[in-house]
């Protein structure tokens, strides 16, 4: 396979990726899909990229109605060459029907009209819309096939690179057009919204998988599936401070760089305080962070952090802190790696935080198992770029039983930091502590914490009390406290 040649780009930077590059030159690709799903838009991308040097051959739709559509996406098809042949275009205006292939003469009618276009043209790019059009016209599947394919030879020929729209019906599958085609790209339908899969590549390695699509106002936008590597960036695995020396002891010294760390507790117990804490000691080492609000507007969260002394406006304006609001029913999990991967490669952030696990699962759209393994390659992805990662995650468990994560996700984090509400003399207070650290040894007790007008403050070991996971500690005879 080669995959260091020149290519030619599609006009969709995600599908490029997928691609390694773009279409391989002179050769022909398949876009296959339902009705509606973006072949024709895809195709118009295809051909942008070098107007002047590209034909769309039109066999459905009307020339007046393809300059239409794409003006509304805001592309301007002036400089491509459009061959109508759509059954009432100005060619057969004077026959009640046509045949593709027969009777001879609109054969030869067809093919005169293509041989011109591409001697007048000679085109670099050929999109054909739909291909599949031509089989209601063709006596048989087999006389379809031998036609089709010396049509496309006869376009290759010409050292265009071609791609061909089919549609494929109950009674009609074009599974059969694939032995023509380099390459084959499907466009459908999934539970996490449209997608874009490449079945076939000839010539080349490309990106398995089904990844995210989308249909926008200006075109295609195309969000390949993240797939992490072990190691992307080299840095220094050192232990950084939280800001905070009680919650630095807790942690032997802080979170190592490159780490993925798991908040967990109940609703209203300080997750999201104790994260923005770490982006503060973050942004005072000059290092970017960014949230994803998944639960939380971001008025919201300014409010609480700034009425706790915790400068996010500051933060804000000067470049350290990113907010990101996400409603999670209208992105998939893969435009959320997207950002996250702007974010990290173009931006420079060295801490992001996920605001809350229970949020990004509705983004997934799936079950468990979609949960841990979306969240299973975008931790290993932020892990290889030596990213800091919070997953700030919401456990049902009030008191009682002591429940460290929800999700089945404590495998994921190489560090978890628990906080607990309970209950002392009728007052209702709070715990922190670390139940596990990978890189490091940590302090095995538990620390009162308080959320005041000047910040989090943690108190000394919690010694002289025992049952503090279940959330009605007793206090230990002879403890002196």
């Keep these: 396979m080669d995959d260091t040649g020149v290519r030619y780009s599609t006009g969709i930077s995600g599908l490029d990726h997928v691609l390694h590059g773009g279409f391989i030159p002179g050769r022909s690709y398949m876009v296959s899909g339902q009705p509606g799903t973006g072949k024709t838009i895809l195709g118009l991308h295809f051909l942008l990229e070098d107007p002047e040097n590209s034909l769309y051959v039109a066999f459905e739709e009307r020339e007046k109605d393809i300059l239409a559509n794409a003006a509304a996406l805001g592309f301007d098809l002036s400089d491509i ?14 026959r009640t029907h046509y045949d593709v292939f027969e009777p001879p003469d609109v054969e030869d ?22 291909l599949t059009q031509l089989r209601y016209f063709a006596p048989d599947d087999y006389q379809f096939r031998t036609e089709v394919a010396g049509f496309m030879s006869f376009l290759k020929d010409s050292e ?11 009674n009609m599958p074009d599974a059969d057009l694939e032995f023509i085609c380099d390459g084959s790209i499907e466009l459908g339908y ?6 874009l899969t490449v079945t076939k590549f000839r010539g080349s390695g490309f990106q398995g998988g089904t990844h995210t699509m989308r249909i926008t106002e200006t075109g295609i936008d195309v969000f390949p599936e993240l797939v992490p590597t072990v190691r992307s960036r080299d840095f220094e695995a050192v ?19 490159g780490t993925v760390t798991v908040i967990s507790g109940p609703s209203g117990v300080g997750k999201t305080t104790t994260g923005s804490q770490l982006m503060s000691a973050a942004a005072e080492r000059g290092e970017r962070s960014v949230i994803y609000m998944f639960e939380e507007s971001t ?18 304006a000067k470049g350290t802190l990113e907010i990101v609001e996400v409603e999670p029913l209208a992105v998939s999990s893969d435009e959320f790696a997207h950002m996250v991967r702007q974010e990290v490669e173009e931006k420079g952030a060295k801490l ?7 949020g990004y699962r509705l983004s997934i759209r799936g079950d468990d198992d979609d949960l841990v393994r979306e969240l299973h390659a975008l931790c290993r992805y932020l892990r290889g770029m030596g990213v800091t990662s919070l997953l700030i995650d919401d456990v049902a468990t009030v008191t009682g039983d002591f429940q460290p994560t929800s999700e089945r996700i404590s ?13 002392v003399n009728g007052e209702i207070n709070r715990a922190m502590g670390v139940l596990k650290m990978r890189t490091s040894d940590f302090e095995r007790t538990l620390r009162e914490f308080e959320i005041r007008s000047d910040g989090l403050h943690l108190g000394g070991p919690l010694t002289g009390l025992r049952g503090v996971l279940t959330g009605t500690p007793e206090f230990v005879e002879d403890s002196g406290e």
């Design 411 to 423: 495998y994921l984090g190489d560090n978890i930091l628990f906080l607990r509400y309970l209950e």
């Design 109 to 130: 009618d067809i093919t005169e009209h293509v041989v011109r276009a591409v001697e007048e043209t000679e085109p670099n790019r050929v999109f054909v819309d739909p």
């Design 190 to 195: 999934a539970t996490k919204g449209r997608t």
């Design 299 to 316: 008025d919201t969260f300014v409010h609480r952090s700034e009425a706790i002394g915790i400068p996010v406006k500051k933060m804000q």
């Design 239 to 257: 232990a950084m401070s939280t800001g905070l020396s009680e919650m630095d002891s807790l942690l032997a010294g802080g979170i190592e760089r």
């Design 160 to 170: 265009a690179t071609i791609v061909f729209s089919t549609q494929p019906m109950p």
């Design 352 to 358: 992001v935080m996920i605001d809350g696990i229970s």
């Design 81 to 94: 060459t459009i061959l109508d042949l759509s059954p009432d275009s100005e060619s057969f205006q004077s």
